[in-house]
Structures are given as C-alpha cells and as structure tokens.
Nanobody, 123 residues
C-alpha cells in the first residue's frame, strides 16, 4: 500500500508560481512512477504531468507544457510540480498519484494510489 501526502496548494494571482510536493510512504519509492492530476468543479479528473521511476521520462498535458515541471527526489521519496505563469484555468484540486509500474504517463487509468489533494486557486 502506497500512501501519498500532498502539500503546497495555495491561492495566487495570475502569473504567479507555486510548487506542489508529494511524499510517498512506500519504502520502494524508487520503483513506483508518479503523476500529478487535477480536477476542477464539475469537470473530470485530468492528467497534468507524469514521471518515470528514474525520472528520465516525463510527459505533460498540452495545457501546461512550458509552464509546469515535474521532478522527483528519490532520496526524499518526493515528487514535485513546479508551476509557473499560473492562469485562472489552472484552478483545481491537484492530486498526486502513484503506480507500481516504471511509467504511467498522464492517464488516470494507469495509477492505483491517490493522495487526498491540495487546492490551487488562481485569480
């Protein structure tokens, strides 16, 4: 069982930046791939960014490319989402997810474990 705890959500003005963090409890963190997803009210959950177990492969939704960066620190069991030039349409609950595969991309169906979410509001 993988437990995920997100942090870093906040309210910011458009054009601002935030960094989300997600720490996994899994002792074999290095063997799980990670992803960030978001869900706005009334909308389906969508993939934002994914990263492979070694951090050498990443993928992004078109809407966040060149603005968001996913990274991981395997020594800290933590994955990050650096978000720059935030827009009001980025407002959503952001979820961290994990899968016992080497890479899951940004497909919701590829992930088995989910955090509770952290709210990002851009005005």
């Amino acid at each position: 069982q993988v437990q995920l705890v997100e942090s870093g959500g906040d309210s910011v003005q458009a054009g601002g930046s935030l960094t989300l963090s997600c720490t996994a409890s899994e002792s074999t963190y290095r063997s799980i791939c990670m992803g960030w997803f978001r869900q706005a009210p009334g909308k389906e959950r969508e993939g934002v960014a994914g990263i492979s177990t070694r951090g050498d492969i990443t993928d992004y939704a078109d809407s966040v490319k060149d603005r968001f960066t996913i990274s991981r620190d395997n020594a800290k069991n933590t994955v990050y989402l650096q978000m720059n030039n935030l827009k009001p349409e980025d407002t959503a609950m952001y979820y961290c997810a994990a899968s016992l595969n080497w890479y899951g991309g940004i497909s919701v169906a590829a992930y088995n474990y989910w955090g509770q979410g952290t709210q990002v509001t851009v005005s």
